[in-house]
């Protein structure tokens, strides 16, 4: 049973590239989550969706960063116009959505560098 | 404003001492409490989780003592071992809202 895939594992862009991220959650798994870990710190909640649903998107910024879970296929978050700010660690987290269910199972992470 | 606040920020212990790492919250809403294990380069994996009904939970090495009146809950790993080294994250969570809180990590090393 495959875990929570993300790819690609590194990514370096420099200023002003677009960065795209992929997650695709656990098998059975309908609700994705993507969070940000800066160095040396806890992650931060991101954004929340559901298949063709942003749920949440309270912890994204304002401009430059979307996201998507499409009706086939993996989760997208896209980065327009990078900037270094940008350098970190992205990680996808997936549940079964069911109403009782609070666990989310991260995947590897995407580790970008703006260079 | 931070919703988890978690210390210490690093931690030593020698092989077979206890490991204690604490966490406090302020949103008395929150009702899912998970600790995860992050080892470098790796993402975060669930180690164990406490809903506030309970006061303790300890799955092997691993428990979770939680203090509701205090807001406080924290991790203990008995016999600590160097495979143990890791950074570990506290985490809050409320039903219908599904995104977590992390506290900042702790940075710990089982020394030999």
């Known amino acids: 049973n495959a875990g929570v895939m993300q790819n690609p594992r590194h990514l370096v862009r420099r200023r002003g590239q677009e960065a795209r991220l992929r997650c695709s959650p656990m098998k059975g798994h309908s609700h994705v989550y993507w969070y940000r870990q800066l160095p040396e710190e806890g992650l931060k909640f991101m954004v929340y969706?559901?298949?063709?649903?942003?749920?949440?998107e309270s912890g994204m910024p304002k401009e430059r960063f979307s996201a998507e879970f499409p009706k086939e296929g993996p989760s997208i978050l896209r980065i327009q116009q990078v900037v270094r700010g940008d350098s970190a660690a992205y990680f996808c987290?997936?549940?079964?959505?069911?109403?009782?269910?609070?666990?989310?199972?991260f995947g590897p992470g995407t580790r970008l560098t703006v260079t | 404003q931070q919703q988890v606040k978690q210390s210490p920020q690093s931690l030593i212990v020698q092989k077979g001492g206890i490991s204690i790492i604490n966490c406090a919250y302020e949103n008395t809403a929150f009702d899912y409490f998970p600790w995860y294990q992050q080892f470098p380069g790796k993402g975060p994996a669930l180690l164990i989780a406490?809903?506030?009904?309970?006061s303790e939970k300890k799955e092997g090495r691993f428990t979770i003592s939680f203090n509701k009146s205090a807001k406080q809950f924290s991790l203990h790993i008995m016999d600590s071992q160097p495979g143990d080294s890791a950074t570990y994250f506290c985490?809050?969570?409320?039903?219908?809202?599904?995104?977590?809180?992390f506290g900042s990590g702790t940075k710990l090393n089982v020394k030999p």
């Open positions: 987290a997936s549940s079964p959505g069911q109403a009782s269910s609070y666990e989310q199972y």
């Open positions: 969706l559901q298949k063709e649903n942003i749920i949440d």
């Open positions: 406490i809903r506030p009904d309970v």
């Open positions: 985490a809050a969570s409320m039903l219908g809202f599904n995104k977590f809180y």
